[in-house]
């Protein structure tokens, strides 16, 4: 039981690369999300998924699109990347009843 | 959505209590109230979450104020390994979208 699984760790883009961001989870859960984290700041939620086949905006949409390709999958797509996206990107999960929420380890993206 | 408030750091002495306040005065009668931490250069993990009644685990203790309009989460005995952000967190019920959003936070230091 792996949890919450994020690839890449680390990545480094040039300004307008393209790139994609997977978050897997195996705990059967309905809803995944995806936050950032700036440096010294909290987190900010960019998008989420309250069940297979839908999706929704978050706090900072905006340079972002999401799918969610089946129940265990939730990924982030940055069309074309900035410096302003230099972050570190978490995913999580949880199920209905409002338990525990699981984060991935996070992916360090910088954008150059 | 209902907004928490804490305050920005706090300090506590090793192996003393520590009482993390949050207050949430616009919480909704379903909303449940999570506490999640994150230790430097990892994700948030799971701390203690509970609806109306005060809520006992390994790791910590949640006391809910009777009107629900605050919360205390307390840690009986600081260990230099609690040292972290603490989120106070507001979760609403799936039918109104099952967001999670996370405020600034509360940075423990333990001092030695």
């Known amino acids: 039981n792996a949890g919450v699984t994020q690839t890449p760790k680390f990545q480094v883009l040039k300004t307008g690369q393209s790139m994609t961001l997977q978050c897997a989870q195996d705990m059967n859960h309905n809803s995944m999300y995806w936050y950032r984290q700036d440096p010294g700041m909290g987190l900010r939620l960019i998008y989420y998924s309250a069940s297979e086949g839908t999706t929704d905006k978050g706090e900072v949409p905006n340079g972002y699109n999401v799918s969610r390709l089946n129940k265990r999958e939730f990924s982030l797509r940055l069309e074309s990347a900035a410096p302003s996206q230099t972050s570190v990107y978490f995913c999580?999960?949880?199920?209905?009843?409002?338990?525990?929420?699981?984060f991935g380890s996070g992916t360090r993206l910088t954008v150059v | 959505d209902a907004k928490t408030t804490q305050p920005n750091s706090m300090e506590s002495n090793e192996e003393e209590p520590v009482h993390l306040p949050c207050n949430h005065s616009?919480?909704?009668?379903?909303?449940?109230i999570h506490w999640y931490r994150q230790l430097p250069s990892q994700g948030p993990e799971y701390v203690i979450h509970g609806l109306t009644s005060n809520v006992n685990n390994r790791m910590a203790s949640l006391a809910i104020a009777e009107d629900r309009k605050s919360s205390t989460l307390i840690l009986h005995r600081a260990t230099l390994r609690d040292a972290a952000v603490y989120y106070c967190i507001l979760r609403p019920p799936e039918w109104r979208g099952n967001q999670f959003y996370f405020g600034t936070g509360t940075s423990l230091t333990v001092i030695p």
């Open positions: 616009t919480i909704s009668g379903t909303d449940y």
């Open positions: 999580a999960s949880s199920d209905r009843d409002r338990g525990v929420v699981p």
